[in-house]
């Protein structure tokens, strides 16, 4: 069972650029976050789904896109990178709203 | 507004000493409370969870916490750290009817 699976697991934009972080997960997760983590800033919240064709905003979504056309996938977008988008991101899923959220491993983006 | 607050973003305890990291939070719904542990380079993995029920729900690892809704807090405690205990500690809470926010992170360190 692959759990939660992010790709890349690095990547190097140069400002201005734009990518797709992907998230796929194989346990029938109807809920889906995205992350972004920060040193001394913790986890937060950046676009998140409660199924599919359902996402809303998190905390932070400015700059990134997202969508959900399948329960399996939840790419995450930058449209045009900035070097405050240097991070790491973590994709999450959850089966309801009262069970733990199983995270992938992280995708770490530098923007220069 | 929701909110997650660890006090001390640097915990040291000796080994075999009492480890306890502060999570205080604000919810305008039912409070579902996690505690999540991450290693270096890693994704986030479920400590323990509160939902409802018992107030004081027991983890993975010898870790514990305590729901107090008097005190809006869900601290963590261990009697005994270990050197493996080492890590770093994110507390959440649903912060809507779907979705979750973390604290900033507490860095333990265990002194041998």
């Known amino acids: 069972n692959a759990g939660v699976t992010q790709t890349p697991k690095f990547q190097v934009l140069k400002t201005g650029q734009s990518m797709t972080l992907q998230c796929a997960q194989d346990m029938n997760h109807e809920y889906m976050s995205w992350y972004r983590q920060d040193p001394g800033m913790g986890l937060r919240l950046i676009h998140y789904s409660v199924g599919a064709g359902i996402t809303d905003q998190g905390e932070v979504p400015n700059g990134y896109n997202v969508s959900r056309s399948t329960t399996e996938d939840f790419p995450l977008r930058l449209l045009s990178a900035a070097p405050s988008q240097t991070s790491v991101y973590f994709c999450?899923?959850?089966?309801?709203?009262?069970?733990?959220?199983?995270f992938g491993q992280g995708t770490r983006l530098t923007v220069v | 507004a929701q909110s997650v607050t660890q006090l001390g973003s640097h915990v040291s305890v000796s080994e075999g000493a009492l480890v306890l990291l502060r999570c205080n939070y604000s919810?305008?719904?039912?409070?579902?409370l996690f505690w999540y542990v991450q290693y270096p380079n890693q994704g986030l993995q479920l400590l323990l969870k509160?939902?409802?029920?018992?107030?004081l729900v027991k983890g993975i690892n010898g870790f514990e916490a305590e729901f107090k809704k008097s005190e809006t807090s869900f601290h963590l405690t261990k009697p005994s750290a270990h050197m493996s205990d080492a890590a770093e500690y994110f507390c959440a809470v649903r912060a809507g009817t779907y979705k979750y926010i973390f604290g900033t992170g507490t860095r333990l360190k265990v002194l041998a």
């Open positions: 509160y939902t409802t029920g018992a107030t």
């Open positions: 919810s305008s719904v039912p409070p579902y």
């Open positions: 999450a899923s959850r089966m309801d709203v009262e069970t733990e959220a199983f």
